[in-house]
């Protein structure tokens, strides 16, 4: 008759998962007291967040007419910006695959220099590409092509080094080259999921190029900025409701791509 193997007195009582979780909350109180957070000044100043509520309960409509060009433009700067992000992530992803580039040298270097991309917060690439090709649209379509850069890379290559390596085994016994294994074998098995990263990317950027205009780089954070510094509440009320629907749609419709692509 088979026994039921015994538990060791860690695992009975669970002081291994208890003492992570104990660990956890030190770690939590003890970030809480260095940082200097006060939770009571927030609760207690809470009233004024519910006073800019109220101003912005009444939006102006009229200011709909406005927004509707910048929103736009916003769209195009995500989707410009992500394709082309894309388009460069896609080979430095194939380099720094583990099962596809056995060199540590050449692999460690592009991964190297991905995590300097990913360093860079999106905010100082928007600051310097304002001073490279001045105020407007363009330098916010360069900043999200580098951002989209390179988080892409890192999800394609990560993707990459889960395949299955039956079909690249299978080509390499009949000499298959390294473009006709990646083409063959490679591409067909990571190509939904380069797709649905893609689109999640291009949903980061519609919301993150709201926040670029700030520092001139176009789109509607340009005006967000304007009304927001003119305590115009009721126009901010419009471009963040516009904000929300841009972003519910294209969620939707991502979803229903992923849907049919997974």
Not at 241 to 254: E, F
Request: hydrophobic share 55%.
């Amino acid at each position: 008759m088979n026994q039921v193997p015994e538990r060791t007195f860690m695992q009975k009582y669970h002081l291994k998962g208890i003492g992570w979780t104990i660990i956890f909350i030190l770690l939590l109180f003890l970030s809480s007291v260095m940082t200097e957070v006060n939770w009571g000044g927030f609760f207690s100043n809470l009233g004024q967040f519910f006073a800019l509520l109220g101003r912005m309960a009444n939006p102006d409509w009229q200011y709909t007419n406005i927004v509707v060009q910048p929103i736009i433009e916003t769209i195009q700067m995500a989707l410009l910006g992500t394709t082309l992000g894309t388009l460069v992530a896609v080979p430095f992803a194939f380099l720094a695959a583990r099962n596809l580039v056995k060199s540590p040298l050449v692999r460690g270097g592009i991964r190297f220099f991905l995590n300097l991309v990913r360093t860079l917060p999106d905010l100082l690439l928007a600051a310097l590409f304002v001073a490279i090709v001045g105020i407007g649209p363009t330098a916010g379509v360069w900043t999200l092509a580098v951002f989209s850069f390179g988080m892409i890379s890192k999800l394609f290559y990560e993707t990459v080094e889960t395949i299955d390596s039956g079909p690249i085994e299978a080509l390499q016994a009949a000499g298959a080259n390294r473009v006709q294994i990646i083409a063959f074998a490679v591409v067909p098995q990571v190509v939904n999921n380069f797709v649905s990263y893609f689109l999640y990317t291009f949903e980061i950027n519609v919301r993150a190029s709201t926040v670029l205009g700030y520092l001139g780089a176009g789109g509607i954070g340009v005006f967000l900025q304007r009304s927001l510094s003119s305590f115009r509440y009721d126009q901010t009320a419009v471009i963040i409701i516009a904000i929300l629907l841009v972003v519910v749609v294209i969620d939707g419709l991502s979803n229903i791509l992923r849907e049919k692509l997974l």
